[in-house]
Each structure stands twice: as C-alpha cells, then as structure tokens.
C-alpha cells in the first residue's frame, strides 16, 4: 500500500482528524488525534478537548458516553478538567411550543482538533461549527432548513438575563463559592428575546434559566462570547481583548498557529504515522492543565474567595499533584519553564491565601480538594529548584510545604489537621493498619478511601526527603536532618521475607494472613491505594540503591522486577478488575495505567540491565498507547499520563522528580529535537532506530562515549546532543557496570 493510500485510509477510520491537511505536509497539531481514548478500558475516558494550551476556556461535546450519538446541547466551558460544564446553547426552530432549555441532539459528521469543533445536528439539519481563544469563544450555526430560527442560552445553576445588546449570565460551580460568568453577543441583533422558566415562556424581563434568541429566518446565526471567573464585566472585557471577529475561520487559524508554535517545541522526525500521531497527541494533552486564571492582571481566588492583582505574573491553577509532579511538571519545566514558574508562584500564593497556610495537593477553580494521598506539590518545588528555576520564593513556598506535611492530617482525601493515626506515624514512623476483625475508631477516615496505610507511609517519605533538600538549600541543617531522617520511614514496612511493603498494625506485627495481590479491598485501599501490593513494592523513589539493597542486591531486585512482570492476574479479569478498576493495562501485575507504575520499567537501568529496560519501555508504548479510540490504558488525568509517553518515546524520564537526573529508554525516533525554554536545544538522535532495533549498542554525549543509562540535567540545559546507536539484539554489557548506575537521592546508612 502506498503512503498516500494509507494516509487517506486512516484519516477515513479516525473520522477525518486529518481532512483538513490530507493533501499538505502535516504539522504538529495535523497530527493530534483528539479521539485517542474517548472509549476507556473501565473508568474515566480521555475527552476530545478543544482549547488552546494553558487556556482557561476549555470545551469538549457534553455526552453520556463516546459512542452515543446525542450530545447535550452545545459547549460553553468546562470549569475545571472532567468537571462540569457550565451554560449551554442550543440552536432550534421553533414549532409552537415551548421548547427545553437544552436540547438533546442527534450528530453526524463530527470533527474535533484541539482549535476546532465542527458537527452537523442531522435530525434538525443544523450545521455547527466552533472554535476558541483563551478566555472567549465563538460559533456558527447554520439552519439548512428555513424556518424559525433560534438559539437558547441557558445555566443549570445559574441566571442570566439581557444585557444591553447581548446576554450576561452567572453560574455557581458545583458546591464551591466560586462562579462562572458569560457575556454573549450575535453578530445579528436578535428580533426578540424571551426567557424560560420551568419551561414556560415570557418576556426576559428579569434574570432567567434560559433565554431564547429569536432570529426569524436568518439562515446562519454568529455569536461570541467571553467568560470571567470574575465579573460579567470581566467577561465582556475578555471577549472584546481577544475576539474583534464572528469569523470561525480567522479564530481557528490563531488557534492553530497558537498550537503548532507548542508543539512545535519539540520536534520529531522519522517513526511511522501513527507513532508521530500518538506522540503529539500525548505532548497536547499535558497542555490541558494547568490553566491561566489571570484576567487583566487580575484572579480570583477560591483560597480566601477574593480577587487579587496578579502583579505581572499570570495565576494559575487546575492540577492534580498526585498524578502530575512525576513527569507533566518535569515535562513542563524543559519546555516551559516560565510557565512552571508562574504555576509554583500560584501555589505559593494559594497556600498564602489558605486559612492554614498548606501547600495545595489538588488545586482548582473551587480550592483544594485535598485528593488522594501525600503532599507531592513539595516535589514539584523541589524539581524545579534542583533543575535551576528560579523566581519564586523559595522559603514561603518551603514554609508552605512544611505545614502541610506537619500540620495536616496524613489521611487521604481528607483536609484535616492532626489525627491520633498522624500522631502515631509521628511517634512509630509508620501508618497503622487496621487487622481484618478490627473496626475504624479514628473519626475523620473517608468510609470509601479508608486509611492506605503503605502508600501514605512511602508518600510522607519521598515527600520528607524532598522537604529536607530544601531546607539545605535554604542552608537550614536542623532540619535537613530532621526531615532526612524521617525519609527513611519507607523500611519500617519492607518485609524482609517477602521483599514487599507490607502493612503493619499498631502493634508492630504484619497483616496476615497476606496476599500482596488482592488483601485490601476495593481497590485495595485498606492497605494500599487503587493500586495493589506489586505496584506499591517499587513506590520509593528517591532512594532505589536502598531498596536494590533491601531486596538482597542487584540480582534479587532485577529477578522481582522481571517478576512483576510476569506474575498472572491470579484469578478472572473479571474479578480482577472489579476489585481493581484502576489497575488496568496489565503486564503481569505491572499497571501501566495509574501514575505509580510511570517509573517502574525504568528501575532495571539501576541493576546493571538497562536492556530490559529498553524492552519494556518499547513493549508498554506498543500494547497499551495506541492510535484508536481505546488508545490510553485507563484514567489520563489531564497530562498524567501522556506525559511519561512523551519523554519515553524521547528515550529518557525522570524516575526521580526532585533529582537532575534522566534514566535512558529507547527512543522511538531516529531523531527529536528539544526547544529548550533557555533557548538552546538538545536533540536525541537514535541511529538505526526501528520497532526492531530498539537496544542501545552504543552511545555518544555531546560528542563523548557515554556507557552510562543516564545523563544529568545539567548536561541536558547546555543544549546539545546524544547520539544512540541501535541495534535488534541487546547489547547486554552497555551501561551494565553497577557504578555506572543511576544516582539515587539518598545515601544507603544506618538512618
């Protein structure tokens, strides 16, 4: 089959993603695919997100499930990433009667790019199309049927009423303070606007669920908007700086320039058409989050729900830590470093607004939801001043981290100050568990998420050892010491025996009797945390030389790395999966779908067998990151995930965020090029590189031999280039020499 031909067949089976550009050279954004995993292996699916990079106005069709074929009325805005939507338009004709304040339609001929949503309601023969800016938006409806044609503005939770010559509103996000606000104008002043309550019609003379915009039988209808988390005011004042056009063309042709020029920041060339389309769709979806709040200098904050002066350095906000400090943030911090700096002066500033003063974990438009388990933002201070960004605050961000990691409760999903189980891992340097007969006495543990003792145990270690190489970088030596030594806290429940964390009672005993697969639960989160024993047995970090010696050395720790890999599910997927839904994308009891798996192919580069690492990185990217609608092995997380595709499929990750250290893989390209936010550039050349030759024989940094399967940051931020020879068979002695190994943050001593 020819190129041409196998061109044009997939862009046929992905529903045109690439019609625009079937005939051109494909840019980066040509190749974003937004569709990839809209139809998830069990839960979350990703969502065919239209937004440009960072933007706070983000929009995806409003549906019970991908393969319906009815969306609920058309987009306004997303507030927060997989939340909810907030307002909606729904173009109708209409017959008499009144009609619903949104209208479930049938489609047909959907296509998405991140700049762009075009779709036709085939029942009502109206074609829709969409595209946005950063704080505003703008569409066009055409009624292919004459008739009597209207468009319905409408808000769940809200109001919204006529102003002057367009249409203001406000809607409440969820339970929160916080508020969404619109303001709306046509392009075509509307012959009459009547509003909607309880789905009875009247005259919009007070402020309304939905208004309905009679445009007689003008054929095509133009609207813009601009939305605040502000003021309606604000919301005008966005739309009139950023749209002075009703022109679909002319905003899409911004936002696609807007998308090629990230993109574009690193460059890939070679691999096949589908390798360079998951690629770029990967490095798109780190650009979902987190988002730019700043308006006019301004932003409101859900921390003490006031508006403050951003003083000319934008806010941001919309990020969960848990899942992002392991790679989107280091990802971030190469390509954009003025972003990531804006984004640790956001949370220093949040926690500065906070009553308690604690560095958020899962920031929002809403506040902190104070999700999952561990305070990981001090990671992402931490990565970020190791790797040489400065222009932060780097004490009031350390002061901000350490309260949280003193004074708030350990308990997942919880905002709390100290417990009697905080007070006890204080004293005994470990998270209790509770025995199979015992009850939960301690108030304050969430009934579902329950105590996950080992995660929240390895967590508060790496997140004390990143503590602690602050405080040396701020030249305070008590506590460096102190929060040292308290990261060490992860050996209280390595079992010796087994080689696994293990939880541990109050008493001092283990849980028995024990299986490291299915003992915790649902999801296993009575000890551990959607994840089970086989995962969490590598969640150390910061310190792998010392589990490597743990384990017994480097042959035992390479024999239960290949053993992760290799140990069977242990019953029906069926009962698998029902207990652990998150733990998808399966190789063995490895889960390459949840973010604590991202490091664990890379760990044998520690032992002296980087070709296994090479192997594994090559065979998770094939199985489980796919060019098909089921492409993404479980829950994305807005960045999350892809983000470890991006740098794998470079040949190079950062196992240990907080350390200026990148463990090689194998690149997927024979060549890529970095645009590094300092203006220099590092490419990774991989000579010969193929889906077979996928092993490092050999490789050369800026010019030097190099047997080492890392390289530093530094090395990296001075631009320039490895060169990678590749072959089909491993070179087993490459990078195999133990002193050649990785660094590890922690020196293996008595603590």
């Not at 063309?249 to 060339?269: E, F, M, Q, S």
């Not at 015992?438 to 969430?446: R, S």
């Not at 490597?548 to 069977?568: I, S």
């Not at 796919?626 to 470079?650: K, Q, Y």
Request: aromatic letters at 12%.
């Amino acid at each position: 089959m020819t190129f041409f031909r196998l061109f044009i067949r997939t862009t046929l089976l992905l529903g045109c993603v690439y019609a625009d550009v079937a005939f051109a050279q494909p840019q980066p954004v040509d190749l974003v695919n937004p569709y990839i995993g809209t139809i998830s292996q069990l839960l979350v699916p990703t969502f065919p997100t239209v937004h440009l990079p960072n933007s706070m106005l983000r929009v995806y069709p409003d549906r019970s499930d991908f393969t319906t074929d009815q969306i609920h009325g058309l987009p306004v805005a997303m507030t927060t990433h997989r939340g909810s939507p907030a307002f909606a338009i729904s173009p109708v004709q209409r017959t008499g009667t009144v009609p619903p304040s949104v209208i479930n339609y049938s489609f047909d001929q959907e296509k998405i790019t991140p700049y762009r949503f075009r779709t036709y309601l085939d029942e009502v023969q109206i074609a829709v199309d969409f595209a946005p800016s950063h704080q505003a938006g703008v569409y066009a409806l055409r009624f292919d049927k004459p008739g009597n044609n209207q468009v319905i503005v409408s808000t769940e939770t809200g109001s919204l009423q006529v102003d002057g010559d367009g249409v203001s509103g406000v809607q409440s996000i969820d339970d929160s303070p916080a508020k969404l606000y619109l303001y709306l104008e046509t392009a075509q002043k509307p012959v009459s606007v009547e509003g909607l309550a309880n789905e009875t019609g009247g005259p919009a003379t007070k402020p309304a669920t939905a208004l309905v915009l009679n445009f007689g039988r003008a054929s095509t209808i133009r609207l813009r908007y601009g939305i605040s988390f502000i003021s309606v005011e604000q919301a005008k004042k966005n739309l009139r700086r950023e749209l002075n056009t009703y022109d679909v063309d002319v905003v899409a042709g911004r936002g696609r320039a807007i998308w090629n020029k990230a993109l574009d920041k690193i460059r890939v060339t070679g691999g096949s058409l589908n390798d360079r389309t998951i690629f770029y769709t990967s490095l798109y979806r780190t650009y979902e989050r987190m988002v730019a709040i700043s308006e006019d200098g301004r932003y409101y904050s859900p921390f003490d729900n006031q508006v403050h002066a951003d003083s000319g350095e934008t806010a941001y906000t919309d990020d969960w830590v848990w899942d992002t400090y392991r790679a989107a943030h280091p990802l971030r911090l190469l390509i954009d470093p003025e972003v990531e700096r804006n984004a640790i002066r956001s949370y220093i500033r949040m926690a500065q607004q906070s009553p308690e003063g604690w560095l958020p974990t899962f920031p929002t438009i809403k506040g902190d939801s104070h999700s999952m388990n561990g305070n990981h933002g001090v990671a992402v201070l931490l990565d970020a001043y190791a790797k040489g960004l400065r222009g932060f605050d780097l004490d009031a961000a350390y002061q901000a981290a350490k309260r949280a990691l003193t004074q708030k409760s350990l308990l997942p999903w919880t905002k709390a100050p100290l417990t009697p189980l905080d007070t006890f891992y204080q004293d005994k340097g470990y998270f209790p568990a509770l025995k199979a007969h015992e009850k939960e006495t301690v108030a304050g543990v969430d009934s579902w998420e329950k105590r996950q003792p080992v995660p929240v145990t390895l967590a508060k270690s790496y997140d004390d050892w990143c503590l602690s190489q602050l405080a040396k970088f701020l030249n305070k030596p008590d506590e460096h010491d102190r929060f040292l030594k308290m990261a060490y806290n992860y050996r209280k429940l390595f079992n010796t025996v087994t080689h696994f964390f293990h939880p541990k009672a109050a008493d001092g005993t283990f849980i028995e009797p024990f299986d490291y697969r299915f003992s915790g639960g649902m999801g296993a989160r009575e000890y551990y945390d959607e994840n089970n024993g086989w995962v969490y047995r590598w969640d150390v970090q910061h310190n792998v030389a010392d589990l490597v010696q743990l384990m017994g050395g480097p042959a035992q720790f390479a024999a239960n790395l290949d053993a992760t890999f290799r140990e069977p599910l242990g019953t029906s997927k069926y009962e698998f999966y029902a207990q652990l839904p998150d733990h998808t994308g399966n190789v063995g009891q490895f889960s390459m779908a949840n973010e604590p798996s991202l490091h664990i192919p890379y760990l044998y580069c520690y032992v002296g067998q980087p070709w296994k690492t090479q192997k594994r990185i090559r065979q998770l990217l094939t199985y489980w990151f796919r060019n098909d609608l089921m492409g993404i092995p479980g829950d994305e997380d807005g960045g999350g995930t892809t983000a470890f595709v991006v740098f794998s499929a470079l040949g190079f990750y950062p196992v240990t965020p907080g350390s200026p250290a990148y463990v090689l893989g194998s690149p997927l390209f024979p060549r890529a090029t970095i645009q590094l936010g300092n203006g220099r550039t590092f490419t990774i050349e991989a000579k010969g590189c193929s889906a077979t030759n996928k092993y490092i024989q050999s490789a050369t940094l800026n010019g030097r031999p190099w047997s080492k399967p890392w390289f530093s940051h530094a090395e990296l931020e001075k631009g320039g280039n490895i060169v990678l020879v590749m072959g089909d068979k491993a070179k087993t002695t490459w990078g195999a020499a133990l002193p050649d190994a990785p660094p590890s943050a922690l020196p293996i001593d008595s603590h």
